[in-house]
């Protein structure tokens, strides 16, 4: 089976979060169940540096009012479509903000090109090649499958996968006429969305099927509280709605071979951990010693709950806890984290901004990772946490739920406990669950046996990459 997949992210070229991280491996894992993949992504300046060999498949001279071409290349193992359209994606920002962290007023052109270049490759524009199957990833590509619906020619299904529900494209109806698409698709049944234009929900609406990355966040959506306007759109697609929990890149995320950490592990002997977590505090100005070393690997914002974390951060550590933090986001949170850093030097400490490499050695090092998320349609920082032995203490919620067996005493008396999971995602939450984590820290031997637990845990892409596969098959012979 042929699947074109179309994404604004994909690891290792360009990444601000998990959709990143999913676009790059799931082609790898569906290898294996005889599904070919080439990826559509836009041909951003960490693209067209980082991509040799690039040969041209496909011109325009007028995309939405911009010239651009699409080049075929492989890239570590990805076979890769890019979109290079030098006026919409070359520029000195990130994917979606410019330097000073504002959107690009043109979002809405930038990211309709790509759906837009999408669906004419979905409908045979390049030769000798045509998809069996459209996957679309979140609301910078929902306007491929409205673009297949309304092109009145025959067209691959489309899966149509919501990876932050959050995010969702929204735009003032003016830039209707600037889309190429029929007046009729001004509808509810289109691309309208409260009385403008929405491009998730236009996704939502035309495509063959709607998957997000948990069973639970699945559930989620269809309430007010998580669907977030979505959930009238998403209830009329219950039927076609999927649940599918994200795996992570196993050889990647390896604590035997990691060349990123300063010593590798594996679950028959953890005692290297402790160079790791030496050097977690070295790199961090922390004190050494033996208490618990608590980490975040986050983006700093209100849906992944920092606002609480650094309202604790007084009680994590007069418990001898301590706390390393690495992220970046909103201003307030970075200076919340700055202020607990200096009220309580060499107990907890942050690094803003991004770096992957000591993302691997924090995980490795750390003995617990914090992960209080409002809402989570998967995460992967806990699925990192369990393969690392690096117990994830997470907010009951998406696939924080899917994914983590808390420790209460049934699961640890049947040895099954993998983290440490807490609801409601609030204040006091937060607070119980620490003491928790600390209770259970004292037992090294209760701890060092959830450890082990979540190290063999498989966290890899293997089941639900077939989970992927078997969906594509009943999506493409439907009808038949
Ligand atoms: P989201 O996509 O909502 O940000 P996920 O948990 O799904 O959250 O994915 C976040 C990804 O980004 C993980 O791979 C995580 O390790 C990585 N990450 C987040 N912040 C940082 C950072 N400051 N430095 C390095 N990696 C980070």
């Not at 959506?221 to 669907?227: A, H, Q």
Request: net charge negative.
């Amino acid at each position: 089976m042929n699947v074109l997949s179309v994404a604004s992210e994909i690891y290792p070229l360009i990444k601000t979060g998990g959709l990143a991280d999913v676009v790059g491996a799931l082609p790898l894992a569906l290898d294996e169940h005889g599904v070919r993949t080439r990826t559509l992504i836009p041909g951003y300046p960490a693209v067209m540096r980082a991509v040799r060999d690039a040969s041209p498949c496909l011109h325009y001279d007028d995309l939405l009012d911009h010239a651009a071409t699409i080049l075929e290349a492989r890239h570590e193992g990805l076979d890769l479509l890019i979109l290079d359209a030098p006026s919409l994606f070359d520029r000195a920002g990130g994917p979606y903000l410019d330097t000073d962290g504002q959107d690009y007023g043109d979002n809405w052109r930038r990211f309709a090109a790509l759906s837009r270049a999408g669906a004419d490759i979905a409908l045979g524009r390049i030769e000798a090649w045509r998809p069996d199957l459209v996957h679309v990833h979140d609301w910078q590509t929902g306007l491929l499958p409205a673009y297949l619906r309304y092109s009145g020619k025959p067209a691959p299904p489309s899966l149509m996968t919501i990876h932050n529900i959050a995010f969702q494209g929204r735009y003032g109806v003016d830039i209707f006429p600037h889309l190429g698409l029929p007046p009729d698709a001004y509808s509810i049944e289109g691309i309208e969305y409260w009385g403008g234009i929405g491009y998730l929900k236009a996704g939502v609406q035309a495509a063959a099927a709607v998957s997000t990355v948990s069973p639970t966040y699945a559930e989620e959506i269809l309430t007010g509280e998580f669907g977030l306007g979505m959930e009238g759109v998403l209830a009329s697609r219950a039927g076609n709605l999927h649940g599918i929990v994200n795996g992570i890149d196993a050889d990647v995320w390896n604590p035997e071979r990691d060349p990123l950490i300063k010593a590798n592990y594996s679950t028959a002997n953890l005692k290297n951990r402790g160079k790791n977590k030496r050097a977690v505090a070295e790199r961090f100005g922390l004190e050494q010693e033996d208490g618990p070393l608590f980490c975040v690997v986050s983006r700093l914002t209100g849906q992944k709950g920092m606002d609480l974390l650094a309202e604790c951060v007084g009680d994590l550590v007069p418990q001898g806890g301590r706390l390393a933090v690495l992220g970046s986001g909103e201003a307030w949170l970075e200076d919340a984290f700055r202020h607990a850093a200096a009220q309580h030097p060499g107990r907890v400490a942050i690094i803003t901004g991004y770096d992957e490499p000591l993302s691997h050695l924090m995980q490795a090092g750390s003995d617990a990772i914090l992960i209080p998320s409002r809402f989570e349609p998967c995460g992967l920082t806990q699925l990192y946490g369990l393969r690392y032995g690096c117990i994830p203490v997470v907010a009951r919620t998406g696939g924080l739920n899917d994914t983590i067996i808390d420790a209460n005493p049934a699961a640890l008396a049947a040895k099954v406990a993998t983290g440490i999971s807490f609801a409601p995602t609030t204040n006091d939450g937060l607070r119980r669950a620490l003491r928790r984590t600390f209770r259970l820290y004292a037992d090294q031997k209760a701890w060092l046996a959830m450890q082990k637990q979540g190290m063999k845990s498989d966290v890899s892409w293997n089941k639900s990459a077939g989970v992927y596969a078997a969906l594509y098959t009943r999506l493409t012979t439907k009808g038949r």
